[in-house]
Each structure stands twice: as C-alpha cells, then as structure tokens.
C-alpha cells in the first residue's frame, strides 16, 4: 500500500498489526496509555520551567503535526469500510513472528507508561549520584 486511501478497513484484514501501529501512533503524537506520553510530559515540563518557549512550541507542532499525520490512517483503518478490491485477497496478518515482535514492543510501549514509577526513580537516583 503506498496511499492512506488504500488503506480504508485494513483494521479488520489485519487487526493485531493495526493495533500494534495504534498504539505506536498514540505514543508518538504523545496520548496516554502510551509511553510517549511521560517523555513528552517531561520535556514540555522542562522546556516550560526553563523558559524554553520556543522549544516548546516546536514540541507542540510536533504533536499537532503527529496527530493530523497518523490519525487519519487510524480512522482509515478501522472505521471504513474494506475496500471492494481487497475483499477478495487472502492475504491477512503478517507472518506470527512479525506479529509477535510487534506485540512485543506494543506491549513494551504499553507498560512503560503504566509501570513507569520504578524506571522514574531509577533515573532519579542516577541524576541525584551524578551531581
């Protein structure tokens, strides 16, 4: 596929693969349960305490431009219907151990956000013994 519009119902031909981009795209526009959404967090925070205002309005159009570029495909994905040609392909998901590295880091990228206390702390003390 090489065009969003050829896209439209892949969701449901390949489901676990378009998860595993969803939740890929979420991290990088920055949207929670992601773990892009702590590192984000953090350096919005830093760049905004430090009086960084253009640095963080770069990080804002970052993620405006992140949301306008992979949201579409997300809805592409799962809210249209399959396209006529590709109803009659028999192709579906990729190969189980493609699916399974996907998962894998969907996975990763998912608890990282959820148990991220212990790798905070982890970094804290770093930081604290460095200085």
Known sequence: ???VSQLDGIGRR???TMAAFTVAALSLIGIPPAAGFISK???MSGAAQSGQYAVLAV???ST???AAYFLPIVY???FRPLRAEDEHHPHGEAPLPMVAALMMTTAATLGLFLFSAPLLQLVR???ETRL
């Open 14 to 16: 390949m489901p676990w």
């Open 64 to 66: 405006l431009l992140n």
């Open 1 to 3: 596929k090489t065009e």
């Open 125 to 127: 003390q770093l930081v």
């Open 41 to 43: 967090w953090f350096i």
């Open 59 to 61: 990080l804002i159009a």
């Open 76 to 78: 592409a994905a799962f």
